[in-house]
Nanobody, 121 residues
């Protein structure tokens, strides 16, 4: 129904930058929220950054000032620009989309398969 494909992950040195992309396709009616989560081995999945209903932005405190989320509505694509990367940022990054279905009225969560980000010397 809705597919999310992430790209842009890889290996970078501390202080480097990466730009993640997530393209959504399928039966998209109305996007409520689109953003990024991450999960490191042995840790819980955590919110990184999202664009919420009304155009607001939410960032984890650990990435605020370093990461920037943006969305291209025409392309149904969300981006995550990651600067000043730290080893603690290493994780699998997952794209997330929440949309509303007109009938029956309800919301659905969709997840991408994830892209690996490794920050190491």
């Amino acid at each position: 129904q809705v597919q999310l494909v992430e790209s842009g992950g890889g290996l970078v040195q501390p202080g480097g930058s990466l730009r993640l992309s997530c393209a959504a396709s399928g039966s998209i009616f109305s996007i409520n929220t689109m953003g990024w989560y991450r999960q490191a081995p042995g840790k819980e999945r955590e919110l990184v950054a999202t664009i919420v209903s009304g155009g607001g932005y939410k960032y984890a405190d650990s990435v605020k000032g370093r990461f920037t989320i943006s969305r291209d509505n025409a392309k149904n694509t969300v981006y995550l620009q990651m600067n000043s990367l730290k080893p603690e940022d290493s994780a699998v990054y997952y794209c997330n989309l929440v949309q509303s279905i007109p009938w029956p009225p309800r919301t659905y969560d969709y997840w991408g398969q994830g892209t690996q980000v490794t920050v190491s010397s």
